[in-house]
């Protein structure tokens, strides 16, 4: 009988519809760490920019759909603090008192912080000759508490350096719908951020949100100072 966790794969919607190479990178990751990964075809939108504007009843509709998608699994595993952030800390606020939010709560977790702390994951045999900097994403450092992880997992990277940023519990701007409603203001915040990027020196920016990772990415594009930005999962798979 197989001991390996068998794992449900939350994609993210941005994920699958921008850049599918961050799930399949993910993926690999998992497998790697000794676990049997599934990718449901049926899932959809976690629901936190429904839950973020107000649409509670929308909201309580999808999480029961993710719920019930996502049952079986021993964990539920996202490239995204953003994501799992709002499965892992939001599902019980959405249906409060039920059994089953709570459970999958439970049993959620960020990429890089299941592959440290609950796979007891320590490093890596990808290399990658570059200079980077770490974006911190506000969802997985504020409320899932991760940042030692990804950091941990980049340093086995052979030839990466990885910089810390000055300012790097400040936002960078996007966090969802904010970036849409207030523009003028995420633009500066982004620019803010860039300015810090920058200073490190760093050829490549790694993040773990690439809700984020597409914000400053368009923001750099807009100011004609282009640089490489990649998921922490494409680099810590080996992805090109």
Same mark, same amino acid.
């Given at each position: !009988?197989?001991?390996?966790?068998?794992?449900?794969?939350? $994609?993210?919607?941005? $994920?699958?519809?921008?850049?599918?190479?961050?799930?399949?990178?993910?993926?690999?990751? @998992?497998?790697? %760490?000794?676990?049997?990964?599934?990718?449901?075809? *049926?899932?959809?939108?976690?629901?936190?920019?429904?839950?973020?504007?107000?649409?509670?009843?929308?909201?309580? *509709? =999808?999480?029961?759909?993710?719920? %019930?998608?996502?049952?079986?699994?021993?964990?539920?595993?996202?490239?995204?603090?953003?994501?799992?952030?709002?499965?892992?800390?939001?599902?019980?606020?959405?249906?409060?008192?039920?059994?089953?939010?709570?459970? #999958?709560?439970?049993?959620?977790?960020? +990429?890089?912080?299941?592959? $440290?702390?609950?796979?007891?994951?320590?490093?890596?045999?990808?290399?990658?000759?570059?200079?980077?900097?770490?974006?911190?994403?506000?969802?997985?450092?504020?409320?899932?508490?991760?940042?030692?992880?990804?950091?941990?997992?980049?340093?086995?990277?052979?030839?990466?350096?990885?910089?810390?940023?000055?300012?790097?519990? &400040?936002?960078?701007?996007?966090?969802?719908?904010?970036?849409?409603?207030?523009?003028?203001?995420?633009?500066? !915040? %982004?620019?803010?951020? @860039?300015?810090?990027?920058?200073?490190?020196?760093?050829?490549?920016? =790694?993040?773990?949100?690439?809700?984020? +990772? #597409?914000?400053?990415?368009?923001?750099?594009?807009?100011?004609?100072? *282009?640089?490489? &930005?990649?998921?922490?999962?494409? =680099?810590? *798979?080996?992805?090109?």
């Amino acid at each position: !009988m197989s001991t390996r966790p068998r794992v449900g794969l939350f $994609v993210t919607c941005l $994920v699958d519809l921008v850049r599918p190479q961050i799930a399949r990178a993910a993926k690999k990751l @998992l497998e790697q %760490a000794g676990c049997d990964v599934e990718v449901p075809r *049926a899932q959809t939108c976690c629901g936190q920019p429904g839950w973020n504007s107000g649409a509670d009843k929308h909201t309580r *509709a =999808i999480a029961r759909q993710v719920i %019930a998608l996502f049952r079986g699994y021993d964990y539920v595993v996202a490239p995204s603090g953003s994501c799992a952030g709002m499965i892992r800390t939001h599902y019980p606020e959405v249906l409060p008192g039920d059994a089953d939010a709570l459970a #999958l709560a439970a049993r959620t977790h960020e +990429l890089t912080s299941f592959l $440290v702390n609950v796979r007891g994951m320590t490093g890596v045999s990808a290399s990658r000759k570059t200079r980077a900097c770490y974006h911190d994403s506000c969802s997985g450092l504020r409320e899932l508490g991760v940042r030692a992880e990804p950091r941990k997992l980049l340093a086995s990277v052979g030839g990466l350096e990885v910089s810390d940023l000055a300012d790097w519990q &400040v936002c960078c701007g996007f966090g969802g719908l904010f970036c849409v409603k207030y523009p003028e203001i995420a633009h500066r !915040m %982004a620019d803010d951020k @860039l300015t810090d990027v920058r200073a490190t020196g760093a050829d490549m920016l =790694i993040g773990g949100d690439l809700g984020c +990772l #597409l914000h400053l990415e368009r923001r750099m594009k807009q100011t004609g100072k *282009a640089m490489e &930005v990649r998921h922490v999962a494409e =680099i810590l *798979a080996g992805e090109e």
